[in-house]
């Protein structure tokens, strides 16, 4: 498996960048306006095929308006995972015209996606060796309607999901095979940025097919993000 320099390393540097877009036809930006709520990303994951899958955390409105809509794109599909009261989780499934993604396969690792009533926010990080004016300078000639509100040098990667949720999640929620699933995902680099391994690649690991893994991965990832949610609501 390719290894990347670490952030902590003497000489390397790790920078954040924050964005702003307040362009209707990004759905998390759209849709916030037009039902007057918020949105804020609680985890993205790379799909086979180049699509990204988005778990959002929406507040102000109907869950399944919020999935309704995302009809009117071509390039997203949405469903809810959970809902509550006036909000829930909805999953987004984009393939293209998302600035998250785009940050995500220029080297940038997104760490906070938010909108409200028609503004939007995403924070990234970018680690080494990804240089950051290149990163920016490509990532604003794919997403000209974004705008750079700030760029600094920080000291460490924010820590991924973590914690106890996170293991309660893992050993409660989940079935043997797919925490075993998630596991070799995890191992064969499914999920680094860049991918280092396909789901077809996991799933010849795991003596499955491409189909059966990705029902597996999809299953742990829903009840994963819907049991921290709880959690964190308790």
Same mark, same amino acid.
């Given at each position: 498996m390719e290894s990347h320099p670490s952030p +902590? /390393? *003497?000489?390397?540097?790790?920078? =954040?960048?924050?964005?702003?877009i307040r362009d209707p036809k990004y759905p998390f930006v759209g849709a916030s306006e037009a039902e007057t709520c918020r949105f804020e990303l609680a985890e993205m994951v790379p799909r086979q095929d180049g699509e990204y899958a988005e778990f959002f955390d929406v507040a102000g409105t109907d869950a399944r308006r919020i999935a309704e809509q995302a009809e009117e794109f071509e390039t997203l599909e949405a469903r809810v995972v959970e809902e509550w009261d006036r909000g829930g989780l909805v999953e987004?499934?984009? /393939?293209? /015209?998302c600035p998250a993604m785009a940050l995500a396969e220029r080297g940038a690792l997104p760490r906070e996606v938010r909108s409200a @009533?028609? +503004?939007?926010r995403i924070r990234a990080e970018i680690p080494p060796p990804y240089d950051p004016g290149e990163v920016v300078d490509s990532f604003l000639d794919a997403v000209p309607e974004? @705008?750079?509100?700030?760029?600094? $040098?920080? @000291?460490?990667?924010? *820590?991924?999901?973590?914690?106890? *949720?996170?293991? =309660?999640?893992? !050993?409660? !929620?989940?079935? @043997?095979? $797919?925490r075993e699933v998630l596991r070799t995902a995890l191992e064969a680099g499914y999920y680094e940025w860049p991918r280092e391994a396909t789901g077809e690649d996991v799933a010849e690991q795991l003596g499955i097919s491409s189909a059966t893994f990705s029902e597996h991965v999809h299953a742990a990832e829903r009840k994963l993000f819907a049991a921290m949610f709880d959690a964190a609501d308790r």
């Open positions: +902590s /390393d *003497p000489g390397e540097s790790v920078f =954040e960048v924050e964005f702003t987004f499934v984009v /393939d293209g /015209d @009533d028609g +503004s939007g974004a @705008d750079l509100a700030i760029k600094r $040098q920080v @000291d460490s990667l924010t *820590p991924l999901l973590s914690g106890a *949720p996170l293991r =309660e999640a893992l !050993h409660t !929620h989940l079935t @043997d095979r $797919q």
